[in-house]
């Protein structure tokens, strides 16, 4: 009997010791295998390139990349979050990171940045963008690309009304001024052919005017909506443009459109938007139509030099086994090591050798040289009205004609009065921001 | 040798057979019902646990002005679909129950609409109702009237939808009208006109009571199907304009994959099944005291 136990002794101490070894040995040197989830289809081609070169370079190193597509993405990638189970690198919205970054549920990167030439290779205000977005004081996504808003201008309807181009030094009145002219009734037919602008009541047609104004939509002390005087007179002026000066068709004419057909058919002569129309353009336009880009025009109160713009990016799971190896493919993909043929035109790279590229900014390719403005956006300041229950209080995607939007639509459909409708606006915003802010 | 029918045959032979559909609807259909009627008490992104609220997302549901619009809006929806398509499906069915060259095609032509997608029947229709180069509005323009706003006008924007949905899908009902009106005996109607009966007599009290088992069925599918709006919503009005044609279907995808307000949206789902069992008992009533002493 004695021996018996004195057998089991020893067969399990070599056994511990063994298991200990494979553990040991598996922690050290056995093969890392990372998750890589992304929400654009059309990149998987691209996606695998990316993954060679980086295993090429990482051996040992496996990287599987998951492709959904956006209408799905946030519902799967939410659920994955709820079981713990997050790829280790994934493709991370603005609009999610302050949630997400409350409920620990994206890596903190202040070490990795603070301890990397991160800044040598990116831009810190891309970075520093993501930081404010996410309402804390540390980085919790890496982005790989900026998008910001520009004045998109038709420069054969320019000259036709013997105009001269918008410059970045416009303010509302040149604006409008210009609006007035390029506004034509083309036939006679008593209906206006041509608009000098169009917009409706979407973030990325709104809130550019609101920034160049010095104004803001949301009070970040006390998080509520609180729209400014500088945030007013900018939706005041906007709403004028369909109301009182007549030189912006109201939401309701434009029904039949696609809200971005309106400028390339001809139908505005400008157009506020984002950047990322640049490669829209180009595919769809070709060189039928002659245009450019500038900056918003300054208002008032406040300078154009402060941009509306918001990255797209990458974080890291919280619980990643392999954080170097996910932080190091993260930057990879981020720009380190990818090429410019890699991003949609118009989407900054957040990497400096890319953004810097003289091909960002091809001269034989519309808008030509005026693709510099997107470089010096990325290196300036930047802000965005992203808070939680974003999509809900400001009325985006599925919920676009409701919130925020609705309300601006209702003002410019008239079907209320501006003051009605930012009456009604801060009622129903704030019952969503103090259910989410209490 | 004597062959036993059978021999494999013992008592749980049935349950076997149903077991996967039995599976296959508890897991699917059973557990997200009294799933959700649980989630309905909670406040959930999906992310973490749910947080138990009792009666919140429910108070919150009545005491919104939105949600009764909403409610309204559903009903409404219901009443315009219902109506609509069964009076469009049923004069269908009479128009193309003929035997002339051709019929099979207009046959043909009128179910098309059934099988398109939604999403590309919102879009065409959004282009044909276009205030400024849509063919409806540039139609009433020319003989000197002046067109409304089929989708920005709030009084109008709900019922156009569901016109546009009564135009899609009444080419379903309208075979299965066909179907009725055909299992009609012939000798009825020729006995009808012998006696001197005209065309309408004939169909007001021969054809229609002949055709009330068909009437009730297509009258329990259009309610059922009258809350299947989302995507014609979706594609022509997204809800707006302020909620004016949001329905109670829309609001759940609103609130579970827009703003992932998974409790609430569970919530409303049971506002709706609620509705959805007052109209079933509303049906079974009907059935009892109409349908079966006509059968």
Redesign the interface.
Known sequence: MKKLVTLLVVLLAIASLFGAGVKDTQASSGPITLEWWTWDPTMQEENQQIIAQFERQNPGVKVNNTIIGTSEYWTKIRIQANQNKLPDVFTMSSGYIEEWAKDGLLYNLDSFVQKDDTFDIFYKSIFDTNKAISNTDSYYAIPFALVTTVLYYNKDAFDAANLAYPTDAWTWNDFRNAAKKLTIDKNGDGKIDQWGYWFYGRYAHIEPWIYANGGRLLDRTTMRFSPDKNAMDAMKMLTDLVLVDKVAPAPKDMSAFQQQDVFPQGVAAMWVDGSWFVDTFRKKLGNDMRWGIVRVPSGPGGTNTLTYGWPDSYALAPNTKHPEMAWKFARFVAGEGIGLDTYMAGKIPSAKKLATDPLFSDPNQQPGKDMDLLIEQAAGPMTTSYSMGWSEWRGYGGSEALGLNGMIDAIVNSLMSFDEAFKKSADSINTVLKRLYK | MRHTPFRWYSRLTPWVFVLPTVIGLLIFKLLPIVSALYLSFTEW????SPLFVKLGNYAELLSSEAFIRIVRNTIQFSVVYVIGSMVVGLALAVLINVQIRGIAFFRAAIYLPVVTSAVAVGIIW??M??????VINNLIEAVGLTPP?W??D?KLALNTVAIVQVWKMSGYYMIIFLAGLQNINSDVLDSARVDGASSLQSFFRITLPMMISTLFFVLTITIIDSFKNFELI?AM???????AS?TLVYDV??NA????RIGYASAIAYVLFFIVGLMTIFNFYIRRHFVESMD
């Open positions: 992104s999906l992310i973490g959004n282009w109702l276009g205030p400024t180069y849509g706003y989708l920005a709030m979706y009005t997204k809800g707006g304009p302020q909620n949001n995808y609103l994959f827009v703003y992932y």
